[in-house]
């Protein structure tokens, strides 16, 4: 585990930009590390919605744990897990809950400040970072801000609001900077150049490509859960097409072949 823990690390290093296609369960794990993925990354959305609860810390950290196993089971790539908000509204929670999923295999987590006060994502830092040293883990904490995603302040405050917890969050102990809904590359590369920490930006409409990413100062770019949602669409459609008139023929348009699926599984 330390190896993978050193690889995760170093990959936000460079060469090049680190893209995390995010996966939801061991199945699309194994699939995304087939075609090349150098390391895994779950959306707490795609996790949730498979496992049958909404996103936003309703999943049951047991479930969560769970599907953290079955992952690192598949997979010989690092695994970093959307820890949320570490499901609990305090430090001592988040710190309790982060057991699970250490033991699990992961190496990395997201964790998120929301709407809540940013000393209280710091506290969950530093109680965090305190139980993955005591079991000889260098987890490596993508601390997310919301201050864009929630407009947690007037659109003029949100840049200087996003620097400040960034400087905050570096201090208790985060490893990167997370900073989900800024598409706009002055704003990208003002919020890079005001930490050392790797920044990390999220797919989205309008975000410029990776290529123009990497010298804003991005070392990081996620899917978040666009491929579980784009995933989802297409499913539905097949299913409501099919219930409708019961047709064989879309249902083999663009699929993966039986064989080539199964054999992701062999000796895993």
């Known amino acids: 585990m330390s190896d993978l823990a050193a690889i ?10 680190l893209r995390l296609a995010n996966a939801w369960d061991a199945g699309s794990a194994r699939l995304i590390e087939s075609v090349g993925a150098p ?20 999943l049951p950290v047991k479930a969560l ?66 139980v993955a040293a005591a079991k000889g883990i260098d987890l490596y904490i993508n601390a997310r801000t919301d201050v864009y995603l929630q407009g947690l ?12 917890r960034a400087a905050l969050y570096r201090e208790a102990g985060a490893d990167g900077i997370f900073a989900p809904a800024v598409i706009d590359p002055a704003t990208i590369r003002a919020i890079a150049e005001a930490t050392p920490l790797p920044l990390n930006v999220l797919a989205r409409k309008g975000l410029p490509p990776a290529a123009e990413l990497a010298p804003l ?41 039986y064989p080539e699926i199964n054999a992701l599984f062999q000796g895993r």
């Open 8 to 17: 995760f690390r170093s990959l936000h290093q460079g060469p090049t930009l």
């Open 39 to 58: 390391a895994i990354a779950t959306t707490s959305a795609g996790v949730a919605w498979a496992e049958g609860y909404p996103d936003g810390d309703a």
């Open 65 to 130: 744990a769970a599907v953290v196993a079955t992952i690192t089971r598949v997979i010989r790539v690092p695994l970093s897990v959307d820890f949320e908000g570490g499901y609990s509204h305090e430090p001592a929670g988040a710190a309790e809950n982060i057991a699970p999923l250490l033991d699990a295999g992961a190496v990395g987590i997201n964790i998120e400040d929301g709407t809540a006060p940013p000393e209280l994502l710091c506290s969950k830092i530093e109680a965090i970072k305190r």
């Open 153 to 164: 302040v007037p659109e003029a405050e949100r840049l200087a609001e996003t620097k400040r």
């Open 217 to 257: 100062g991005v070392r990081r770019l996620s899917a978040g859960s666009g491929i579980c949602q784009a995933l989802w669409g297409r499913a539905a459609a097949l299913a409501r097409g099919f219930l409708t008139d019961g047709a064989s023929d879309p249902l083999a348009e663009g699929a993966m072949i």
